[in-house]
């Protein structure tokens, strides 16, 4: 088992809380992560998670500082102490 850090702005941070840690086991991937988040938070099926197209820009998952899209988009694979942040559009100014 591993830990990675999840940092979530937005109406993600409503439901997530704006920082959480999530044991998940060694050798998973982002895609392992955003799917354990929208299968273990009822919020998810409400629309939060759900509406928003990973890889589109309405969802951009940084992982580590680095937008995944750069990496190995969900395929990038996680280790222990990563920081993955997921960022909702804003709307507003």
Known sequence: MMKVKVRAFGRLAELLGSDTVFELEAGS???D???RL???T???REGSLQRYEVGEPELTILLNG???LAL???QTP???GDLVVL?????GG
């Open 78 to 80: 996680l280790k222990e």
């Open 42 to 44: 009822g919020s998810f």
């Open 38 to 40: 929208r299968e273990g």
């Open 66 to 68: 680095r937008n995944i």
């Open 29 to 31: 991937r982002v895609q």
């Open 87 to 91: 960022l909702p559009p804003f709307i």
């Open 72 to 74: 190995e988009k969900l």
């Open 33 to 35: 992560l955003v799917s």
